[in-house]
């Protein structure tokens, strides 16, 4: 069964700076791969999604994230921060063709100071 | 507008006072399920429906019912609530099991 890591539970940035965050899976071949936004009291938003093709993906509100399959990983980027984006940020892994529902990481909540 | 909607948004009942939550979507989407969110714990997927009259189980279904009478609604029930069930709830929907989940507001529950 695949499975998806988020290896920091919390990070904080300065506004204005650049943002990354790290995604890991385990699944044996190429997966399908979301990040989800949560801002507070809301549901989950997708940013961005990768099925196949390039491996660098752009999504809403400035995201983009880059598939790395030697390194098993979908890390979440944007090269400047606004004070909006303060708010947890979901990974899931999906199986193509697969009859398992997506795994979601445990999420990372990012701060961001003036 | 494509959406899943959630009701209540809050919820406060007390242990053993049966409830439901609903959940409609109107993507025509077959698969939808539940989730509920815990600090430190993530999502953990309750319930899920490959479409009417099919549901299964999911990770933590404990304490749990659901039922998929038609395609567009998946209502979570709480037969007899009890304090750990405490949550934030969440309904989703996809087209299939495994592509892009569409989410729902959420309803915090509390058990008192």
């Known amino acids: 069964a695949q499975s998806v890591t988020q290896p920091d539970i919390h990070i904080t940035v300065s506004e204005g700076a650049s943002l990354e965050l790290r995604c890991n899976y385990s699944?044996?071949?190429?997966?399908?791969l979301f990040w989800y936004v949560q801002s507070p009291g809301q549901g989950l938003q997708l940013l961005l999604k990768?099925?196949?093709?390039?491996?660098l993906v752009q999504g809403i509100k400035g995201f983009e994230a880059e598939f790395k399959r030697s390194q098993s990983s979908f890390n979440l980027r944007k090269p400047s921060v606004h004070w909006s984006d303060a708010a947890e940020y979901f990974c899931?892994?999906?199986?193509?063709?697969?009859?398992?529902?997506?795994?979601f990481g445990k999420g990372t909540r990012l701060s961001v100071i003036a | 507008e494509a959406q899943v909607t959630q009701n209540p948004r809050y919820l406060i009942t007390v242990t053993g006072k049966k409830l439901t939550v609903t959940c409609s979507q109107n993507?025509?989407?077959?698969?939808m399920s539940w989730y509920r969110q815990d600090p430190g714990l993530g999502l953990r997927q309750i319930y899920y429906?490959?479409?009417?009259?099919?549901?299964d189980k999911g990770d933590v279904p404990e304490g749990y019912k659901v039922s998929r009478k038609e395609k567009r609604n998946f209502p979570l029930i709480l037969e007899s609530p009890s304090p750990n069930q405490t949550s934030l709830y969440f309904c989703?929907?996809?087209?299939?099991?495994?592509?892009?989940?569409?989410f729902g507001q959420g309803t915090r529950l509390t058990v008192v």
């Open positions: 993507m025509n989407h077959e698969y």
């Open positions: 990768y099925f196949s093709g390039d491996t």
């Open positions: 899931a892994v999906g199986v193509p063709g697969g009859n398992t529902p997506l795994v």
């Open positions: 429906s490959m479409n009417v009259e099919v549901t």
């Open positions: 699944y044996g071949a190429t997966p399908y």
């Open positions: 989703a929907s996809s087209l299939y099991k495994n592509t892009e989940a569409f």
